[in-house]
């Protein structure tokens, strides 16, 4: 099939299948938006090579050097791991138990930022599959009543439209289900690596700011 036949098709079935398809293309746009912004967030603003992040302030912190530690983390913009490493370094004077909860409390502030919108998703995904089933039945139940009443010279044609307008709202409201599902699936597996680079590189901080006191205290005594 061509290019052409084929997109004259596809909105063709926008014409005519009814008002349940209007209300996925309306479903359909809001996913596409809450995609884009998710995109945009979790793989360029907040996203950060974890590795060599802490890699880069584990020489600083080495060389006793938490300044040039906190400077790496401002210079790494709006990535979330930065920001609760910088929070533990700022409290690195201070017992584990305080770095500790400083830690925390960032990853809590940084967190919901990660799953903003997320939820949404799913939502939309479940609406779009209803709405499709919402348009399966009307179109059924506007055909058969159509049937009733029509010359039986016109009933097939009838009964067809009908059926066809059914059938183009179930697709639609599928073809837009099973991409949302996809992308919430993509995009909320990215958001966990995330939460689980802060959970692991957190641990190291501690380590290391713990592992620093000790040897302060060798060489003071």
């Not at 996913?31 to 590795?51: C, D, H, V, Y």
């Not at 949404?120 to 479940?126: E, G, K, P, V, W």
Request: net charge neutral; with cysteine.
């Amino acid at each position: 099939m061509e290019p052409q036949s084929t997109q004259m098709s596809i909105i063709a079935g926008l014409q005519h299948g009814g008002f349940a398809v209007a209300l996925i293309a309306i479903t359909m746009a809001v996913s596409i938006t809450f995609i884009i912004e998710r995109f945009i967030r979790l793989f360029m603003k907040m996203n950060i090579n974890g590795s060599s992040f802490m890699f880069e302030v584990q020489k600083y912190i080495l060389a006793n050097d938490l300044d040039g530690a906190i400077r790496v983390c401002n210079g790494a913009g709006n990535a979330a791991l930065p920001k609760v490493i910088k929070a533990g370094l700022m409290r690195s004077s201070r017992s584990e138990e305080q770095i500790q909860n400083a830690l925390d409390a960032a990853s809590l502030e940084v967190i919901p930022q990660l799953e903003q919108n997320l939820p949404y998703l799913a939502l939309i995904a479940n609406i779009a599959t209803l709405l499709g089933l919402l348009g399966t039945i009307s179109g059924l139940i506007k055909s058969f009543a159509a049937v009733a009443m029509a010359d039986p010279a016109q009933r097939q044609a009838i009964l067809s439209a009908g059926i066809s307008e059914a059938m183009y709202a179930t697709a639609f409201g599928l073809v837009v289900a099973i991409g949302t599902m996809v992308a919430h699936s993509f995009l909320a597996a990215k958001a966990a690596r995330i939460v689980s680079d802060i959970d692991e590189h957190s641990v190291k901080l501690l380590d290391l700011l713990s592992a620093r006191k000790v040897q302060h205290s060798a060489e003071k005594a």
